[in-house]
């Protein structure tokens, strides 16, 4: 069985401090992709990055950095300088390779930012 | 329109209504999806559609009916539904991995539900 845990229910930074979010995630298998998703307060999930378990570069995005460790089973996310734009509910996700995209949610952070 | 759109986007119903929801997606996509999100829980997947046959139930009321008549539209029809089904209904879509494109779903802005 897949499990993703989003250990932080709740943050809240002001803005320009940095920030970062848990995934921690279970699989037996040894192909996966992971994701994650922004839900701004419109509802809408915005898909930010999408990694395989072979590439364990990190990678960054403008002020989005993304650090993907095997060994800890963690795929964790962090904004650099928040904005108060930032604030919504990040989920972070998995899907098995065999299962094309069904993907296995964790039960979202939700960060606040503050001005 | 572009991407995924939603109708309505709040929806108020009593329990012995019957109403639908819309989802279509412009995007080319083979795959859609529907999730319910309550409040303080995961997103539950509900319904997967892959080339227009269901591919998966995970366990879903019958209450809740979907309906695929093309690879762009997808429906949920609803009866005699309960308090408890009030929730953030989203629709998602993707290109099947099965041909061999990506496998990011592509969510519509939700429907906001609330039974009565």
């Known amino acids: 069985a897949q499990k993703v845990t989003q250990a932080q229910t709740e943050i809240s930074v002001v803005e320009k401090e940095d920030v970062t979010l848990d995934c921690v995630y279970e699989t037996r298998d040894t192909t996966y992709y992971l994701f994650w998703y922004k839900q701004p307060p419109s509802g809408e999930l915005v898909f930010l990055i999408r990694r395989n378990s072979f590439d364990e570069q990190n990678e960054i995005s403008g002020r989005y950095s993304w650090n993907f460790q095997k060994s800890t089973s963690s795929f964790n996310f962090t904004i650099t300088a928040s904005q108060v734009v930032d604030s919504a509910v990040y989920f972070c996700a998995l899907s098995r390779e065999t299962s094309g995209s069904r993907l296995t949610f964790g039960e979202g952070t939700q960060l606040t930012v503050n001005p | 329109e572009t991407g995924v759109t939603q109708t309505p986007r709040h929806l108020v119903m009593g329990m012995t209504n019957k109403k639908s929801l819309k989802c279509e997606q412009h995007l080319g996509h083979n795959a859609m999806y529907w999730y319910k999100q309550s409040a303080k829980k995961p997103l539950e997947l509900m319904f997967v559609y892959s080339l227009e046959e269901r591919v998966e139930n995970n366990s879903v009321p019958s209450r809740f009916s979907p309906e695929c008549p093309n690879s762009s539209h997808l429906f949920l029809h609803l009866h005699t539904l309960q308090p408890e089904d009030s929730a953030l209904y989203l629709c998602?879509?993707?290109?099947?991995?099965?041909?061999?494109?990506?496998?990011?779903?592509?969510f519509g802005p939700g429907t906001r539900l609330t039974v009565l």
């Open positions: 998602a879509s993707s290109q099947d991995r099965t041909s061999g494109g990506w496998n990011e779903q592509f």
